[in-house]
């Protein structure tokens, strides 16, 4: 069939099937066919500040093959932008299937899913229109032939801005060229600039201690990697910040700083406790609620000792971890992904909304779930090679 057989699809009948068919089918059927027809325009969002180019910026973007009209030097003095195809009636984006950095904090993840996913759009020869700004949505004439549903990068030859943005950038590249290098792809980690910590020894073996447990039936192991991941970071998988005296894994000791009532519920002098260092001083930390649901006093001897007891005890606490996930929904719309990055966004998840390490609170960046995050993406690859070689 021709890329330009096919018929506009009815809108109408878009919406009747379910948001997720349409997620996971759009982008695929858009590269096998044109679906707009002849039609050239598209609606598209600005997603960084347009930067000048020339002949040189844009044979680096295409790895110094074909350059189209950039080879015989008829394209100079251009401008480009990294840009979102908008989602219209009887237009369905190709992008649609992604997530909209727009609706992401500043960081890594937006950088990835900016660069990663989404279209460079570049203009035409000697381009003397207004330039759009981050957050514009601009209408996109694109050169006949130039966009085939190449989804790196596209000509366009007019542009009209129909919707005013923000001038916040999202992207802190300087150069166009330096932003495609098609030489800098490779690992998630890599792509996104984080120094990833080396995975700890056990971590198979612990991610299958939680699959084995029972308590996790409908959890991906993409999803486990990303709770084994912040158990390395807060204790190595129990293997740190164990005290050999109180018999179990213990840190952030109770200082003069801690209140009264955190003092009261501390135990041992120490506030956090167990495999993922649930902290029982302040009052709405994953510890006290851990108690409160266990029916747990930890202002008494007795509440501490069943608290101790119950942390260590994989069949009392994995339960308990399953139920947590389920019930923070920033956290459980990630339990049964598997998509390519679903053990980044886990435990970057998990991190933000249930670790909540120092720097991760109400407001900051929390570059810890970016490390972290990355971490369960090699887990979770280590873990894949572990259950067709079991060492």
Known sequence: MSITDRKPNDFEQLTEVSAAEVRGNSTRKALEFNTYGNSSEFQVKVLTTPISMDNEDIAAMF?????????????????????????????????????????????PRRDLLIKAFHTHFVSSNEWQGTRPKVGDTVKVNLTPGDFSFNLQISYFDSITISAEGTDEDYDQVPSSAAAFNQ????????????????????????????????????????????????????????????????????????????????????????????????????????????????????????GKNKFVKDVNDDTVLFSWIAMRMRAIPKIEKHI????????????????????????????????????????????????????????
Not at 76 to 102: A, Q, T, Y
Request: with cysteine.
């Open 63 to 107: 790895g110094n093959s074909d350059t189209g009209e950039a080879s015989n030097g008829k394209r100079i003095k251009s401008f480009s932008f990294m840009g979102r195809i908008i989602n219209v009636r009887e237009r369905p984006s190709p992008h649609l299937g992604v997530d909209d950095p727009s609706m992401e904090s500043p960081g």
């Open 183 to 302: 030489n800098n792809a490779g690992p998630l980690e890599q792509v996104i600039n984080i120094k990833t910590p080396e995975v700890s020894s056990g971590s198979n073996e612990f991610i299958q201690r939680l699959r084995d447990s029972g308590h996790f039936p409908e959890f991906s192991d993409q999803f486990l990697a990303g709770l084994a991941a912040n158990a390395q970071a807060e204790s190595d998988l129990g293997k740190a910040k164990y005290d050999k005296a109180l018999g179990w894994v213990v840190g952030d000791k109770l200082t003069s700083k801690h209140s009264q009532k955190a003092a009261n519920r501390a135990i041992k002098g120490w506030c956090s406790h167990g495999l993922w260092q649930m902290n029982v001083c302040p009052g709405n930390a994953e510890g006290n609620i851990f108690a409160r649901d266990r029916g747990i006093d930890l202002t008494t001897n007795e």
């Open 336 to 391: 049964q992904d598997t998509g390519p990055n679903a053990a980044f966004n886990a435990g970057k998840a998990i991190t933000k909304h249930f670790e909540k390490p120092a720097g991760c609170g109400d407001g900051q960046k929390c570059g810890k779930s970016d490390t972290r995050g990355a971490l369960a993406q090699r887990m979770y690859e280590s873990y894949a090679d572990y259950k067709v070689n079991p060492q």
